[in-house]
């Protein structure tokens, strides 16, 4: 069993549309989560950064952790063409040295 | 404002050459990080260094070195290239405490 589960998609949907993304995790460890969008041929981009369980809102992205599920989840509101990415979710037992575990990344596009 | 740097962007290389991959970054990050991401994949860690002159071994490290003698530099070399080293590589650092990673945008890496 992977440490970090993560659909890989992929996932289309129309603009405007609410989009749901989610991780499953193995590791009671954890306690930071990142979701973090990679552009094709670009570096991972960090999007939301949450510790511990609870909800975190930027703008039109809202982050979820439940950690007695061991599920995180990433929205997006209001989707437009230029959220078409994948979106890799990551985790770590530790805010210091914070050795990331990533899940597989989910291919998302937005269809004008 | 450079951020992390990595040279080359592409690289083809034959079984059993060597090499070095360059990371830099300008943001006086005390941590910073190797990342391998085959297709379709997450992010493995390789090698990270939680400061000058000391690294540690990652997920995956079998068949790479690290040195760190500045905070802002931190190749990766790859001494007989095998064609499971074929990847998009990526580097990453970090400031103290709770922060996240920035990473840049990669080296595409084929051994032939």
């Known amino acids: 069993q992977k440490e970090v589960e993560q659909d890989p998609g992929p996932l289309s949907v129309p603009e405007g549309a609410i989009v749901s993304l989610n991780c499953t995790y193995s590791n009671s460890a954890f306690q930071y989560f990142m979701w973090y969008r990679q552009y094709s041929r670009k570096g991972p981009e960090l999007l939301m950064y949450?510790?511990?369980?609870g909800n975190k809102e930027d703008g039109r992205f809202t982050a979820q952790v439940d950690k007695s599920s061991k599920y995180i989840s990433l929205f997006i509101r209001d989707s437009q063409p230029s959220d078409s990415a994948t979106y890799l979710c990551?985790?770590?037992?530790?805010?210091?040295?914070?050795?990331?575990?990533f899940g597989q990344g989910t291919r998302l596009t937005i269809n004008p | 404002n450079a951020g992390v740097t990595q040279t080359p962007k592409f690289r083809i290389l034959k079984i059993g050459q060597s090499m070095t991959l360059q990371c830099t970054q300008d943001m006086n990050h005390n941590y910073m990080y190797w990342y391998r991401q085959d297709p379709g994949m997450g992010l493995k860690l390789i090698y990270y260094s939680v400061g000058a002159g000391i690294t540690d071994k990652g997920e995956v490290p079998n068949g790479y070195n690290v040195s760190r003698s500045t905070t802002e530099d931190f190749p990766l070399r790859l001494e007989l290239a095998a064609p499971s080293q074929t990847s998009v590589y990526f580097c990453a650092s970090k400031n103290q405490g709770n922060q996240p990673q920035h990473f840049g945008d990669g080296t595409r890496l084929s051994i032939l």
């Open positions: 949450t510790y511990s369980s």
């Open positions: 990551a985790m770590s037992a530790e805010g210091g040295a914070q050795k990331l575990v």
